[in-house]
């Protein structure tokens, strides 16, 4: 996550917001995808991160 206020950080940290560009922007640079990779993870997946990271092969940090 930033320091800086003016960059955009998500509403929501278990869901990705498909219909805001910030988000998508945010979530690709967290995991290190580019964004059509993304966009193609949560066709197969959904927007959930959790999911999104097990599919992308990112560990899960802090689940039970």
Do not use: C, H
């Amino acid at each position: 996550m930033s320091d800086n206020p003016l960059e955009p950080n998500p509403q929501d940290y278990d869901r990705i917001n498909v219909n805001v560009e910030a988000e998508l922007a945010y979530w690709s640079a967290q995991f290190g995808v580019p964004r059509a990779r993304l966009a193609d993870a949560i066709e197969q997946v959904g927007p959930r991160v959790p999911d999104l990271q097990k599919y992308l092969g990112i560990p899960v940090v802090g689940t039970d």
